[in-house]
């Protein structure tokens, strides 16, 4: 395996998705789908392949690619056309080359209601794609139950009805059919019909029934009563398909959606391309900006690449913000497209919103699997730490943080942590928990200067490497106690500073104000992940020590039994573990006459 498709088996996300195994040559030879892409694709790689052809499969993959989805069915509609477009050669292709079915309402004088899997752009409404074909069929049966649409091929036009051309069928005489063939049905109640079926295709059950009750009102108060009767039992039989009702609509619109990821220099587009209401693939483009470029001219240098090396333009580019110059651009890709375009930017919960959402995903992926690769590259580090350095003016880039940070209620169980972390990610073996011992009450400066002390006497003890930056949690305060306990100690080449909680507000020495951080930048959000999981660290020691010794309290309420042998139980059982405990297995960790004391103790307040 090389290292960078081992790079990238480590960095898949356990979301449902699309994968494709490339050859040396760049070439897919296989497409699949998972409902967790990291499960499914690091399943190819154990030592142990079952299937012949899977191992060869695996021998001739070189690289692989992601296209990440919202679920698994829309996984599996797009695996189905990249199958068909790719034919990959290790995958089962379909003989029959069908696609995923439609529900078609023709461009016609009477339109005719039918299934299809092919798309023709002449005017006709389509509705679908149907994952699952059972559940299309019993839509249209139930359409045809409920309303009068003709089955029938015929050519119906004006001028046929009117040399009378055609001869009603089987279906007008067991009432499925009103005749339109031969004019017995006028084109305006027959259009009316359709576009009711077409209010329940698009889920507007619910509305079309109020219609509907109000035109049953209407008859019966014309003394209509067969009408009103009709429109009755239409009403319950859509109300029952009310209850069961789960279509999805589509305009069948071409669409391309963009959204793009950037930090520092690298930014990551992802285009999803959307044809006849099908995602059927996606391009990735990597570009490189200046850093702190602005948003909307990063989206315009995208489209202004993707549309010059692909010529295609859709009647809509879904897109996270207006680009730069939009009116200018719009104009450049009408002179490409077959439909005039436009930009589309969803504000509210929506259709295409998800999209956009999907969009990003695969957007901000790609940028930490660009993120990853330079890093592996020598002397490559994480954006986040060489914004750090630039922003603080470090001698060097902070590869190593470690951070500092105290807990205690009112004073009491008094404890400190230490977190570290390395090239940006938390370190969680290098790790320390501290008991603060020579401080007396709630004193967060003097806390902080024994924890220093500790820390760095013993690094200097054991001849142990300096961070590339100390990092404590408080303000000016916090930050003067650290730097004089470190010079106490005589260490001078050191890096150090303080953030604090209230405003965000980074503190360096010798500067009486704060530093100027943008909020947004990555050093900052770098910064507050490391202090939050020092004070996460802390709080869960702090709230281990506060319980253990709520637990020795009631232990030393025991005749006999002292603090120390309290602990020393309390380190290999829990108190409720302890009550339950027989006196030959407490009498192993603390002999057996204190084993007794124990038992007879809790075995007293059981009887009473």
């Known amino acids: 395996m090389n290292q960078i498709l081992e790079d990238k088996l480590e960095a898949l996300p356990a979301l449902p998705g699309i994968y494709q195994f490339f050859n040396e ?3 897919v030879i296989y497409v699949g789908k998972a409902k967790s892409l990291r499960s499914r694709v690091r ?18 993959i070189f690289d692989l690619q992601l296209i990440m989805t919202d679920s698994e069915i829309e996984a599996l509609v797009l695996e189905n056309n990249l199958i068909k477009e790719l034919k990959p050669r290790y995958n089962i292709l379909l003989k029959d080359d069908k696609s995923f079915p439609y529900i078609r309402i023709t461009n016609e004088l009477f339109p005719r ?17 149907y994952t699952e074909v059972k559940n299309m069929k019993n839509s249209l049966s139930l359409m045809n139950k409920i309303f009068k649409i003709r089955s029938c091929k015929l050519d119906i036009t004006e001028e046929a009805v009117e040399k009378k051309k055609f001869k009603v069928c089987l279906d007008y005489h067991i009432k499925k059919c009103e005749g339109p063939c031969e004019g017995l049905v006028s084109q305006a109640h027959y259009n009316g019909m359709v576009n009711q079926v077409i209010k329940v295709l698009r889920g507007k059950t619910d509305e079309l029934i109020e219609e509907l009750k109000s035109q049953m009102e209407k008859a019966s108060a014309n003394l209509q009563f067969e009408e009103a009767a009709a429109l009755r039992d239409r009403i319950d039989q859509l109300q029952v398909y009310s209850s ?8 069948m619109e071409d669409r391309d959606v963009i959204s793009a990821a950037f930090e520092g220099k690298d930014v990551s587009a992802t285009v999803l391309n959307i044809r006849s209401g099908k995602l059927v693939g996606k391009r990735q483009l990597n570009l490189s900006c200046e850093e702190n470029e602005d948003e909307k001219q990063i989206y315009s240098a995208i489209i202004k690449y993707y549309y010059t090396e692909f010529v295609e333009v859709p009647k809509e580019i879904i897109i996270d913000t207006e680009p730069e110059d939009s009116d200018s651009l719009l104009e450049w890709l009408n002179t490409k497209a077959i439909k005039k375009c436009k930009f589309v930017i969803p504000q509210k919960q929506s259709e295409a919103k998800s999209l956009l959402n999907m969009c990003k995903q695969n957007a901000l992926f790609q940028l930490k699997e660009i993120q990853l690769q330079k890093m592996k590259k020598e002397g490559s580090v994480p954006y986040a730490l060489s914004a750090l350095q630039r922003d603080l003016r470090l001698k060097k880039i902070p590869r190593v943080i470690e951070c500092f940070d105290n807990s205690n209620l009112q004073g009491s169980d008094a404890v400190a942590s230490m ?9 969680k073996s290098l790790y320390r928990k501290y008991i603060i011992k020579t401080v007396v009450g709630p004193d ?9 002390g500790r820390r760095y006497s013993r690094v200097l003890e054991e001849k142990l490497p300096m961070p ?27 890096e150090i500073i303080g953030l604090a909680k209230r405003l965000e507000e980074v503190f360096v020495p010798n ?6 951080i943008p909020k947004t930048s990555s050093s900052l959000k770098l910064l507050q992940h490391v202090r939050d999981e020092a004070h996460r660290f802390a709080i869960t020691f702090h709230r281990e020590r506060r319980s253990k010794r709520t637990f020795t309290s009631e232990l030393l309420e025991i005749k006999g039994i002292g603090e120390k042998v309290a602990q020393k139980l309390l380190e290999k059982l829990s108190l409720d573990e302890i009550k339950k405990t027989d006196v030959p297995k407490l009498a192993e960790i603390i002999g057996e006459a204190k084993a007794k004391l124990i038992s007879e103790y809790y075995h007293n307040i059981k009887e009473n």
Do not use: C, H, W
């Open 444 to 452: 967060d400066f003097a806390s902080m200067q024994e924890i220093i």
């Open 419 to 427: 977190v570290v972390f390395v090239d940006g990610k938390p370190k």
């Open 468 to 494: 590339d930056l100390i990092m404590v949690d408080g303000g000016k305060g916090q930050l003067s106690s650290a730097i004089e306990t470190l010079q106490n100690l005589g260490i001078k080449n050191f």
């Open 244 to 251: 069961k009702q789960k279509i999805i609509s589509s305009d």
């Open 511 to 516: 500067e009486p104000e704060a530093q100027s």
């Open 43 to 60: 399943s190819y790689f154990k030592k142990n392949v079952d299937s012949p052809k899977t191992a060869i499969l695996v021998s001739k």
């Open 25 to 27: 040559k760049g070439k």
């Open 113 to 129: 209601i039918f299934p299809t899997r092919n798309v023709i752009k002449d005017g006709s409404k389509y509705f679908g794609p």
